[in-house]
């Protein structure tokens, strides 16, 4: 019998920024590939309660399928760090200051209007409204601060310029950690974006536009703590064996 495509012990990042089509998969049995993508798929199966070989049966299905027609995904590990970080400005970063305000209009509509039937609401508008706040920040260190520093830490090699990427990058990712953590307390409160029984359209769309903004963020996340942070982990560490080996 042929073995696996993917192997369990790959971790989850991996398998996505490898195979950028298994992320649905991922999102459908709410596996995080990008807050938690250093994670061996073994041990997320097992904390999740799933059936490994179902589960790699499943994956390794959609692998092989790829495999065998032409590749219409973007296999965004080729593109060079200047050509991601537009990428992620241009798709991700732009899409969260288009919808993070809207949003904000419809779960503070859905919390005035149906908050006291249904309280979680309130909680859910708390749980948003600090999201909001930590990814506006978010998006402007990134775009002022760390990108910038990556691009030309890779054109000058300084270590001056290493040092302070490598630390507002350890902020970065213990961001997307909090927000990760949002996301999972707002699934939580809303039992998985169940509507209630005669939702009105408001309340229907509102809770569309979350599972949709979770979606982008999945994405968002993954590129930078799967390909992009590593990527400059590994250009710092192939730095300092060149200049070990110069010594």
Same mark, same amino acid.
């Given at each position: 019998?042929?073995?696996?495509?993917v192997?369990?012990?790959?971790s989850?990042? #991996?398998?996505?920024?490898?195979y950028?089509?298994t992320s649905? /998969?991922f $999102?459908?049995y709410?596996? &995080?590939?990008c807050c938690?993508?250093?994670?061996?798929?073994?041990?997320? +199966?097992?904390?999740s309660?799933?059936?490994?070989?179902?589960? /790699?049966e499943? +994956?390794?299905a959609?692998v092989?399928?790829?495999n065998?027609?032409?590749?219409? &995904?973007i296999?965004?590990?080729t593109y !060079?760090s200047g050509? +991601?970080m537009? %990428?992620?400005?241009? *798709? %991700?970063h732009?899409?969260?200051?288009? #919808?993070l305000?809207? @949003?904000? #209009?419809?779960v503070? $509509?859905?919390k005035?209007? %149906?908050?006291?039937? %249904?309280?979680e609401l309130? !909680? /859910?508008?708390? @749980?948003?409204?600090s999201?909001?706040?930590e990814? !506006?920040?978010h998006?402007?260190?990134?775009e #002022?601060?760390?990108?910038?520093?990556?691009?030309?830490?890779?054109?000058?090699?300084e270590e001056?310029l290493k040092r =302070?990427?490598?630390e507002?990058?350890a902020?970065?990712?213990?961001?997307?950690?909090?927000v990760?953590?949002?996301?999972?307390e707002m699934?939580?409160v *809303?039992? &998985?974006y169940t509507?209630?029984e005669g939702?009105c359209?408001?309340? *229907?769309?509102?809770f569309?536009k +979350?599972?949709q903004?979770?979606s982008?963020?999945? !994405?968002?996340i993954h /590129?930078?703590?799967?390909i992009?942070?590593? =990527?400059f982990e590994?250009?710092?560490?192939?730095?300092?064996? $060149?200049?070990g080996m110069?010594?």
């Amino acid at each position: 019998m042929q073995s696996p495509v993917v192997q369990s012990t790959a971790s989850v990042g #991996e398998i996505v920024a490898e195979y950028p089509n298994t992320s649905n /998969l991922f $999102k459908e049995y709410r596996i &995080d590939f990008c807050c938690g993508g250093g994670r061996p798929l073994s041990e997320v +199966l097992a904390e999740s309660g799933l059936d490994e070989p179902a589960f /790699l049966e499943r +994956l390794n299905a959609i692998v092989e399928a790829s495999n065998r027609t032409p590749r219409t &995904d973007i296999d965004w590990r080729t593109y !060079e760090s200047g050509q +991601l970080m537009r %990428h992620i400005q241009d *798709t %991700h970063h732009a899409f969260l200051r288009s #919808e993070l305000p809207v @949003l904000h #209009e419809f779960v503070t $509509k859905i919390k005035n209007v %149906h908050g006291l039937r %249904h309280p979680e609401l309130v !909680e /859910l508008h708390t @749980l948003y409204t600090s999201m909001r706040a930590e990814l !506006e920040e978010h998006l402007v260190q990134e775009e #002022e601060r760390v990108f910038p520093l990556i691009l030309e830490y890779e054109r000058t090699g300084e270590e001056a310029l290493k040092r =302070r990427a490598g630390e507002t990058i350890a902020v970065l990712e213990a961001d997307h950690s909090r927000v990760g953590e949002i996301l999972r307390e707002m699934r939580r409160v *809303t039992a &998985d974006y169940t509507l209630p029984e005669g939702a009105c359209r408001t309340y *229907t769309v509102s809770f569309q536009k +979350l599972v949709q903004l979770e979606s982008d963020l999945f !994405e968002h996340i993954h /590129l930078e703590n799967n390909i992009l942070f590593p =990527r400059f982990e590994e250009h710092c560490s192939c730095g300092e064996e $060149k200049g070990g080996m110069g010594q």
